[in-house]
């Protein structure tokens, strides 16, 4: 608890020393003017010089002020002391575990007090946010990874139990889920990182073109066998970043358009204009609601895939490519594509130092 009495003390011994002191320099100020009128003027002697009466006077006038100074001085401590234990109670209960504590302003004409007051409480909710949705993360995660490893526990069980036979397609299945949790694992790894400031990049000039189109051809025969194609709309243009970085969140965003979007062209995008660099990945349909639109990056949100055999993914596609773009000083956005699908570009600046690129 801030000390009222002790505040209220220092105010008063201040504002009484203020007053006493002001008093005096008016009373004896006076007098030395008094005094130089009369080096000019001269009078009487016994008009020219302090008496009884007149130190009566200036005691008088101090008494009278002292306790108006007395009673400014509380009303003051009073309206700068509310907000400020306000302040202290609240923080202690946001201390003790209430996040939901926030402090009184009280009265607003003391604008660096109720700025202070304002400040607390903003840093309260957002603290109050950060506790949720750390809580919401964390019972997300617990739930992506509890189906995965229901379904390894079981299956091994079921193996050991003689019930399945430990044949080449269950192993492959078990194969399967453990490459999804490593997903999972990995994508949590690269989101969280990126969040602390802490992902790992070794940026250098690189010619886009040439990665992508090596990636292309890699994707081409799942893409195939999905019944997609793949085209490149290229430009030779070169980026600072972090070429297998970069190839990660590429990948991403093919995957997700293999999920989420109808049979059909995916197009590769890379351009430059108003000095910067586009990368983008646009599909034929359906794109996005509104809805979603607004909230796609955020984790662990899915859309409906396209067909109802394909598997959801777990969520975090995207905030991956997020990161990874914003990782590199760059932004990450979303609008329809030409064709009615969805188009995700990944927009950073351009390189400064041409020719330290180098062919992939």
């Not at 234990?85 to 660096?112: H, M, P």
């Not at 109050?128 to 739930?143: E, K, R, S, Y």
């Not at 030779?236 to 969140?249: E, K, L």
């Not at 055999?309 to 490519?321: E, H, P, R, T, Y």
Request: net charge negative; no cysteine.
């Amino acid at each position: 608890m801030i000390p009222r009495a002790g505040l209220s003390r220092q105010i008063l011994i201040a504002m009484s020393a203020i007053t006493v002191t002001a008093g005096l320099l008016v009373f004896f100020g006076t007098y030395l003017a008094y005094t130089a009128i009369v080096a000019f003027y001269p009078m009487p002697e016994s008009e020219s010089s302090l008496n009884i009466g007149d130190f009566l006077i200036v005691g008088v006038l101090i008494a009278v002020t002292l306790p108006i100074a007395a009673l400014i001085s509380f009303r003051l401590a009073r309206r700068i002391l509310e907000p400020l234990e306000s302040l202290a109670a609240n923080a202690r209960r946001i201390t003790a575990g209430d996040l939901t504590a926030r402090a009184r302003v009280g009265d607003r004409a003391l604008g660096e007090t109720a700025a202070l007051i304002d400040d607390f409480n903003t840093m309260a909710q957002r603290l109050q946010d950060m506790a949720a949705d750390m809580a919401l993360w964390n019972a997300t995660i617990a739930h992506e990874l509890r189906t995965p490893l229901t379904i390894l526990k079981g299956r091994l069980q079921g193996m050991i139990d003689g019930v399945f036979e430990p044949d080449e397609g269950s192993l492959h299945a078990l194969i399967l889920q453990v490459d999804g949790l490593a997903r999972l694992v990995e994508d949590l790894r690269t989101v969280t990182l990126a969040d602390s400031g802490h992902l790992d990049l070794r940026v250098k000039p690189v010619r886009l073109a040439p990665e992508i189109e090596q990636m292309a051809e890699l994707m081409a025969h799942d893409l195939r066998a999905s019944g997609f194609r793949i085209e490149l709309d290229l430009a030779d243009v070169v980026v600072d970043a972090d070429a297998t970085r970069i190839r990660q969140a590429l990948l991403a965003l093919v995957t997700n358009a293999q999920r989420y979007s109808v049979r059909g062209t995916i197009t590769i995008s890379l351009a430059e204009g108003d000095g910067e660099i586009l990368l983008g990945v646009a599909d034929e349909g359906p794109g996005l609601s509104p809805g979603m639109a607004t909230r796609v990056f955020d984790p662990f949100v899915r859309g409906e895939p396209a067909r109802s055999s394909d598997m959801s993914g777990n969520g975090l596609g995207l905030s991956v490519v997020r990161a990874i773009v914003e990782a590199h000083g760059g932004r990450l956005r979303y609008r329809g594509a030409p064709g009615g699908g969805a188009m995700f570009e990944m927009i950073f600046a351009k390189a400064k130092r041409h020719p330290a690129a180098q062919d992939a």
